[in-house]
């Protein structure tokens, strides 16, 4: 045990989203990810179709603000990756702050760069299984540099 975390390998994917990528902030939110030993496994940008947002968020089908949300994630291009290592999952989202910026830990990129509670600059999956699904949704084995 070391900071209170079981030594697990996993993988998450993460996204800059299209407000990060549109206010030129991939840079920033790379460096942190670089300067807090988070290893890519794999990266590339692409422009969802809002078809395509909604399939990636389903599991928040029917909620208020999956409309604006999916509508947002098809603005523009996005960013996503494929982070691997030890409890990644975890450790992003702490890296990436509370879904509300206004709640979200100091120095977290959320609290720093995001500018309205959906536009907030990046995603991370939330547990094993979803990490598996989202990952499965951008990329194929292939594209996963081990
Ligand atoms: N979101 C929103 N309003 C809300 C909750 C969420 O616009 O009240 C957006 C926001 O962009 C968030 C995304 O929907 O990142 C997915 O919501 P979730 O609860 O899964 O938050 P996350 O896992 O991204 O922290
Ligand atoms: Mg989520």
Not at 5 to 27: F, W
């Amino acid at each position: 045990m070391k900071g209170g975390y079981r030594h697990v390998m996993e993988r998450t994917l993460a996204i800059i989203k299209p407000d990060g990528v549109s206010r030129g902030i991939i840079g920033e939110v790379i460096k942190r990810l670089e300067n807090n030993d988070f290893k890519i496994a794999a990266m590339k940008m692409l422009h969802l179709s809002k078809k395509q947002a909604e399939g990636f968020y389903a599991v928040h089908q029917g909620k208020p603000f999956f409309e604006s949300l999916t509508a947002f994630m098809s603005s523009g291009p996005a960013v996503v990756m494929v982070l691997e290592g030890e409890n990644v999952i975890t450790r992003y989202r702490e890296l990436m702050g509370a879904t509300n910026y206004k709640e979200a830990a100091e120095g977290t990129i959320r609290r720093e760069f995001a500018t309205d509670i959906e536009k907030n600059v990046v995603h991370g999956s939330d547990a094993p299984e979803t990490a598996a699904f989202e990952i499965a949704y951008y990329f194929n084995n292939l594209e996963i540099v081990i």
